[in-house]
């Protein structure tokens, strides 16, 4: 074990795919930790999800042995992190666990968006931040140019950072050594009360919860009693160990090492990413600083498509927010739906996770309602309400004004696309925009844009105009007035609580005609007509009807009178129309799926 002098904690961040992953790859086979029989691309991003699109959405920690050019040994904790925005705040915690960071540019895209929030990020946590530049084996790469990029846009020393490919391997040795004679040594003391900060962990059906800490005073071993101090449980430890290839059990973990604790935690809700473990016997005076709160953005309930299946989900997000703590979620019913969740989320995409990893790691059947924001409703008797789900929409006569939450969102591309992008933004509602060129023949495009417009399919629109070369991160600005009224979708007459929406006045119509058209396609037709409908309180502004079957009754009428044929159907048309009244009208899943589809999507 490497005494605290030659220990370096640190973290690769980067916009997405600037190369994160494969340098990770190539330091952990540098270092030998993995052999190359057992070796896989992307070797840190052991989700499923992460290998199946090519993203980091875990952060991942594993430890390398390295010996320096100048013969010492050194241990290396690496963190490798996501680059999406959707998971900032997997970011934030890995900083938190880290004294610098390697922060990779692309030679052939230069600074990008998430760059720069991924910079401030590690400012904001002091960290020490060494810039690598990546992808130089590319036909496109500009070094010089990215030096400069990295110098005048970051305020980072560009002539000192490593041009590298991690790719090829090249020059990897130079990111090693960058890292431990540029990044300081984690401070600590073995002799304080134990302090060990949680920022992740999983949970293990044989051994119960795995909990990733680390060390910031004192020593961890098997055998001692430990308390979480937020949340007052106690356990005794029964493994403490780093992370190699697996998990590698070790005698103690000691001030300023990144590991894991076994203590046999079977009830998720005992841990809490950013609780801090203390001695039982002999507690710390405070716990560690945790992390900020986060604050979820978009909101959608969940529900199970077998109503069975209830205390399933509940088990299973209640296993998944231990592995991602920025997922929250309370209980909640609809009429159509039974019993299910109302959860938040970071991003649209992170919502796409979560559901994707319900279904593919618990076998779960889902249904989500329709993505919403947060919005501010100011009453006329004074009062002002927070609502994100349409069921507690109060009665528009009482709501004086409403607000809604804005963002400034920040988009990279090439010049060609500037008109196309423009467009989109200007079609959702976009003001205040402003351009500036970080190179030649690549424009940043700053628009200000309601985030309600943003969540439903503006990044798949954005990817489609500028052919994915567009790239997109935002930040929320704070809330402003709105036009906001409450969309429900009526089935037979009837509202249907799980379709209902709140959107802008001018979005209205539109996302109406949507669903309109997109139910009146998945229900199946009855003996008798079925109007679907968009309304807004009591003004119809969409409508479709699924045609009636039609029996036909006057088959086995054979010549003569035709008022007996005409008697036969009047009777049809009465019994018909009793139908109509008592008819109970199936929808099937794939409808309420069908109406959260974007055009895009067909």
Do not use: W
Not at 220 to 231: D, E, N, W, Y
Not at 354 to 376: C, D, H, W
Request: hydrophobic share 40%; glycine share 8%.
């Amino acid at each position: 074990m490497a005494d605290r002098e030659h220990t370096r904690n640190f973290s690769i961040i980067a916009h997405i795919d600037h190369g994160k992953s494969t340098l990770a790859d190539r330091l952990i086979q540098t270092c030998g930790v993995v052999g190359e029989r057992d070796f896989k691309d992307q070797y840190l991003d052991n989700l499923y999800l992460e290998r199946e699109r090519g993203i980091t959405i875990k952060s991942q920690a594993i430890t390398l042995p390295y010996r320096a050019a100048d013969g010492q040994e050194y241990e290396l904790n690496l963190i490798d992190t996501p680059g999406h925005v959707d998971f900032s705040y997997e970011v934030s915690r890995a900083l938190d666990s880290c004294e610098g960071v390697l922060l990779v540019v692309d030679a052939s895209q230069g600074v990008e968006a998430q760059t720069l929030a991924n910079l401030y990020l590690a400012l904001e946590n002091d960290l020490e931040i060494v810039p690598v530049i990546n992808k130089i084996d590319l036909v496109s790469a500009d070094v010089e140019a990215t030096r400069a990029q990295i110098t005048d846009d970051l305020g980072l020393d560009g002539d000192a950072a490593p041009a590298i490919s991690a790719k090829d391997g090249t020059n990897i040795e130079a990111v090693l050594e960058a890292v431990v004679n540029q990044l300081p040594p984690p401070g600590g003391d073995d002799q304080a009360p134990l302090k060990a900060l949680i920022f992740d962990a999983q949970y293990d059906p044989y051994r119960g919860t795995v909990i990733f800490v680390r060390i910031r005073d004192g020593v961890l071993r098997a055998g001692q009693s430990i308390r979480f101090m937020h949340g007052g449980a106690q356990y005794k430890v029964e493994e403490v160990g780093v992370f190699g290839a697996g998990r590698q059990p070790t005698p103690a973990l000691v001030a300023g090492q990144v590991g894991y604790v076994l203590a046999g935690v079977k009830r998720v809700s005992d841990t809490r990413v950013g609780d801090t473990i203390t001695h039982a016997d002999k507690p710390a005076a405070e716990p560690l600083p945790g992390f900020r709160d986060v604050k979820p953005v978009v909101f959608s309930s969940i529900y199970p498509v077998a109503t069975d299946d209830y205390q399933e989900l509940a088990e299973a997000l209640d296993k998944l927010s231990l592995n991602d703590a920025s997922l929250t979620y309370q209980k909640d019913t609809s009429q159509a739906l039974g019993f299910g969740f109302r959860c938040g989320f970071l991003g649209l995409l992170h919502l796409e996770v979560v559901q994707e990893r319900l279904e593919r790691e618990f076998g779960l059947s889902l249904i989500l309602t329709v993505p919403s924001v947060r919005y501010k409703l100011h009453l006329v008797d004074g009062q002002t309400l927070e609502v994100e789900n349409p069921a507690y929409y109060p009665d528009p006569a009482s709501i004086e004004r409403a607000e809604e939450p804005f963002i400034r969102a920040s988009i990279m591309m090439p010049e060609r696309y500037i008109g196309a992008v423009m467009q989109l933004c200007l079609d959702r509602r976009g003001t205040n925009s402003r351009m500036t060129y970080p190179s030649p023949g690549r424009v940043e495009l700053s628009f200000e844009l309601p985030l309600a417009e943003v969540i439903y399919d503006f990044y798949d629109k954005l990817k489609t105009v500028t052919q994915g070369y567009g790239s997109f991160d935002y930040e929320v600005i704070g809330y402003r007035d709105t036009d906001l009224v409450k969309l429900d979708i009526l089935v037979n007459g009837e509202k249907v609580d799980a379709l209902s929406s709140l959107v802008h006045r001018d979005s209205a119509r539109p996302r109406a005609l949507h669903a309109v058209k997109k139910l009146k396609d998945s229900i199946p037709r009855q003996q008798f007509k079925i109007a679907i409908q968009g309304a807004i309180g009591s003004t119809i502004i969409a409508r479709s009807n699924v045609s009636a079957f039609r029996k036909d009754v006057t088959a086995k009428c054979y010549g003569g009178d035709v008022s007996r044929k005409r008697k036969l159907l009047e009777k049809q048309k009465a019994g018909k129309k009793r139908m109509k009244l008592v008819g109970n009208v199936p929808i099937p899943q794939k409808a309420f799926l069908s109406v959260l589809q974007s055009d895009t999507d067909d």
